[in-house]
């Protein structure tokens, strides 16, 4: 039984077709794990009156097998997971008030290839599994011992091209009975994944958060710097846009990176504010790090806050995002960089 890729429900489906016990152990099982932090479940009152299903159980139960390898803190903490394989991803905790947001990777490197991401340049190496992209929530929590507010999928990977896996994944960390991230404060953000998207409105959960790394509203600019684009154009991108069930919130978070005298223009705000007119959607603007690891340029501070108010004369609701972890290349478009350098490698224990 993999219990970090299970629901509380599933594990007492599974409890009782082997053991005929239900879900009284596997909510035990559950707390111990997820709300404790605590593999030693056997030692909660339930199990203790019933030892040989505690041994039978603990027998059964796989642990993932995930370490945390390198870890690195600026004004966010970055840090290191190498899998069972020896594969190896990013994850970064970024603190704000008195809210954390974890950003979680999905797979190790992309498909997408997006030119201005360090992931994109590593290529594809395999898909996460719904217990490896838990594990990355549950080890902030009880390892690094940094409560969770929010999970947003930004780190290495497009989520719903691993959207099995990844929707397991949500399954799991939202369980009011473990983890409990209610959907309300989980992101999937996609680079565009059309198909995704149309997948993700058929099982209708309006209260997920949706945001779109759009960077561009021209197709011959979007294929050039989002491959994605020659797949998924954007009118195909806005059908399912305009489709998507909006929860409570009623919005969709558009992220646009701003490259230096890419898609920084007057032009560009304008075609942006025409392609989100209909939409109900939020824009951040960020600006890229241009930190020599990608052929962009930051914008200068100026040109940034002239965009936004671009944006905004069009009625488009816009908010700059000041991008965080750059020194420790944990900042957007950055994660993989430091696994390519071979940092976290290392065959030894766990880091301090
Ligand atoms: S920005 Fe996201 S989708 Fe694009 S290459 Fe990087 S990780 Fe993949």
Redesign the pocket.
Known sequence: MIVFAMTCDELAREMNRRWGKGLHHAAALYREVFKKGNRSFFKAPEFVSSPSLARQVEKTVCWPSCRITARKKDNVLKWVSTLADGHCVESVLIPARSRNTLCVSS?V??????R??????MGFVRHLSAEEIVWQVHAARFQLKKPVHNVVF?????PL?NFHEVMRAVDVMSDQRGLDISHRHITL???G?ADGIQRLAALNRPNLRLAV?LNAASNELRNQI?P?NRRYSLERLREELRAYPLGRDGVIFVEYVLLAGVNDSPEHAHELAEYLCGLSARVNVIACNGNGSSAFEAPQPDRVQKFCEWLAARRVFVRLRRSRGEKIMAGC?Q??ASIMKGEGREKGGEAS
């Open positions: 797979q490197g992309c498909k997408m290839g997006c201005f991401c360090v992931t994109g340049s930004m780190g290495m990977g497009e091209d953000s996609t680079a994944h790394s989002m994605i478009g994660l993989g």
